[in-house]
């Protein structure tokens, strides 16, 4: 009956607009109350400089992200803590499972938090989870992303002596916008930035790179199955280097299947020796094409183990690229998006270039074949120096 007076009153367009319009001012009015309580959080962060370098024993890093890109950048942020505080424990508030597969064995992480992917489906779930860190103390807790509200707040509802973050609010010439001063570009050194101003430090020190760390056995097994995947005797002497292609990525990230094959067929003219290893998505299907050799797994660890017994991968810009990097194989990270600065992976032989909407896979097969040829020098000037020693 209401639903028939409201239809005679106003037309149906005219109704869903209001619908509309209601909707906007509801959330305009939720984004002001999130705001004002996301910088009233300021007030709770540490001053720069006046972290101690002792007494620090209890530390919580909130990174409260599934992705596994997104996981493993906070790896910087682990190792800085790690070589400042070798006496500590470390707990991780994090989302989904990457962090807890990645980081749960190493020797200072205590334990390893991790929120459902989605939370609005498992609200209980998550609030338990949640007060069971809040009810800890710490003597430090980490924001560990600029501007994430849920990282933001679980800061804020956390119990510690010291807390850090980006400030939502710091007008220019306060203390806390020293915080923004001089802070990298780059994702995965932000944090490491930030526990720096926090600690008076210098940022002139060498920035960590990304790390997962593998134990033998783990490194021992992914050699054997790359080996089996090239079928290679496991003691044959120096070969052809062996390459991994990741060809997925997410959203507009993710180059078509014939830009892989016009990329492949070019990277193999110009580099006839090279083995490739199809690194298959999580859907098992290959995308790129004529490739004998791939490798499946949902397990990241298994995953990380075969991507360190590789010579160089390549890649979109993805979890798997950084994945890739942080167990120290060489790669070079495609990027359509201008957000290399952000993302690319740093250090070392690892590389980036920004493919741009023009340039075609042939055309970027080119310039990656430059970058093969670069680790053939290295890996024959290692091999010789190995010989000779």
């Known amino acids: 009956m209401r639903e028939h007076v409201l239809q005679q009153v106003m037309p149906e367009s005219s109704g869903m607009a209001f619908i509309g319009r209601a909707e906007k001012e509801r959330r305009k009015i939720l984004a002001s109350l999130l705001g004002r309580r996301l910088r009233a959080i300021d007030a709770q962060l540490c001053a720069p400089g006046a972290l101690p370098v002792h007494g620090i024993h209890r530390i919580l890093v909130c990174r409260p992200n599934h992705r596994l890109g997104n996981t493993v950048l906070i790896s910087p942020l682990l190792r800085e803590l790690e070589a400042l505080y070798p006496g500590a424990e470390i707990d991780i508030l994090g989302a989904g499972c990457a962090a807890e597969t990645l980081f749960g064995t190493r020797f200072q992480i205590r334990r390893i938090v991790s929120l459902p992917r989605r939370i609005p489906r498992h609200p209980l779930r998550a609030l338990r989870l949640i007060r069971s860190v809040t009810h800890d103390r710490y003597d430090l807790a980490i924001d560990a992303c600029l501007q994430s509200n849920m990282g933001r707040l679980l800061l804020g509802a956390c119990s510690a002596r010291y807390k850090i973050g980006f400030p939502y609010d710091a007008e220019a010439g306060t203390p806390l916008a020293s915080y923004h001063h001089g802070c990298p570009e780059h994702f995965a050194l932000r944090n490491v930035h930030l526990?720096?101003?926090?600690?008076?430090?210098?940022?002139?020190?060498?920035?960590?790179?990304?790390?997962?760390?593998?134990?033998?056995l783990e490194l021992t097994r992914g050699k054997c199955v790359v080996d089996a995947i090239l079928d290679s005797p496991a003691d044959a002497p120096e070969q052809r280097p062996v390459l991994g292609i990741f060809a997925n990525a997410t959203g507009d990230k993710r180059y078509p299947e014939d830009w892989w094959q016009d990329f492949v067929a070019t990277l193999r003219e110009r580099q006839p020796d090279v083995r490739i290893v199809d690194i298959l998505a999580e859907h098992g299907l290959s995308q790129l094409p004529g490739t004998a050799h791939p490798f499946f797994s949902r397990n990241l660890r298994k995953l990380a183990a075969?991507?360190?017994?590789?010579?160089?991968?390549?890649?979109?810009?993805c979890g798997v690229m950084h994945l890739a990097s942080a167990v120290g194989t060489p790669t070079l990270g495609l990027f359509s998006r201008d957000n290399a600065a952000k993302y690319a992976p740093y250090g070392d032989l690892n590389r980036a270039i920004h493919t741009h909407a023009e340039m075609s896979g042939a055309q970027v097969a080119e310039q990656a074949s430059q970058w093969i040829a670069r680790l053939h020098r290295e890996r024959h000037a290692r091999h010789a120096s190995a010989s000779a020693a």
């Open 195 to 216: 526990l720096r101003v926090a600690l008076g430090c210098a940022s002139t020190r060498e920035w960590p790179r990304l790390h997962v760390g593998l134990d033998p």
């Open 306 to 317: 075969v991507l360190a017994n590789l010579d160089g991968f390549i890649s979109a810009d």
